[in-house]
């Protein structure tokens, strides 16, 4: 089971389902029948972004590769420990230029760094769409020249009751078009989405959102739930 999949296993025992099977058919949809009956997609609910072909990418997609390549690269520079130990942010926006064509740029930046560092926080733009942040840490860890601080998705963000409806209907139709084929299999589908959005949301803006989706989905249920605290699920 992925992360997704074992917050709504931990929820269906919760709630009470015994005979819960995971891929009673293999690796097809569903992801779980439950008393043989109740056929289950888990998804992660998580934000979209449209590139300029149209096509609906999770910011995630874009976000983790890059933070992955440049905290790869980081230990390449411990060579260069000057007695000092420097922090790297990243700051991006869509469209990112593909890795290959931005490695050298970073290399370039975080070498000159080391040749020339200074005891202020510095932001150097690596071009229109990405900018490292370098910080000094204050003390030196370990002999490392660079660590990872962590990153600023310029994407995403917003208004969180907006960004979570256009999101599940997003998800939605993903998903539905993951088990046309296979709906007449169980008389019962439930869409479970695993909340990386709202993480949680007050109770007037669950109904609200039950007001504006409750029509929006072709599901026999679908659940939200909140993965930082299973037990504040929620049907739509």
Known sequence: MDAQEKVVNEYLIKQGYELITFEPDGNVTPDFLVNGLIAIEVRRLNQHFENEEGCLKGLEEDSIPLYQAVHGMLKNYDHMFSGKTYFVFLRFRRPLEKWKAVKKEVDKALKNF????????????????????????????????????????????????????????????????????????????WLFLVDHIGHGIGEDEKIHLNQELLSGHDWDKVVIVNPLKIEDAYEI
């Not at 202020?120 to 690596?126: G, S």
């Open 114 to 189: 080391s040749l020339s560092p200074t005891e202020k926080t510095l932001e150097i733009p690596i071009n229109n769409s990405l900018t490292l942040k370098i910080i000094p840490a204050g003390t030196p860890i370990n002999g490392k020249q660079y660590l990872m601080a962590g990153y600023s998705d310029l994407d995403s963000g917003g208004w969180i009751l907006s960004e979570m409806e256009r999101n599940i209907l997003i998800c939605s139709e993903k998903k539905l078009k993951t088990v046309e084929k296979h709906r007449t299999k169980y008389p019962t589908w």
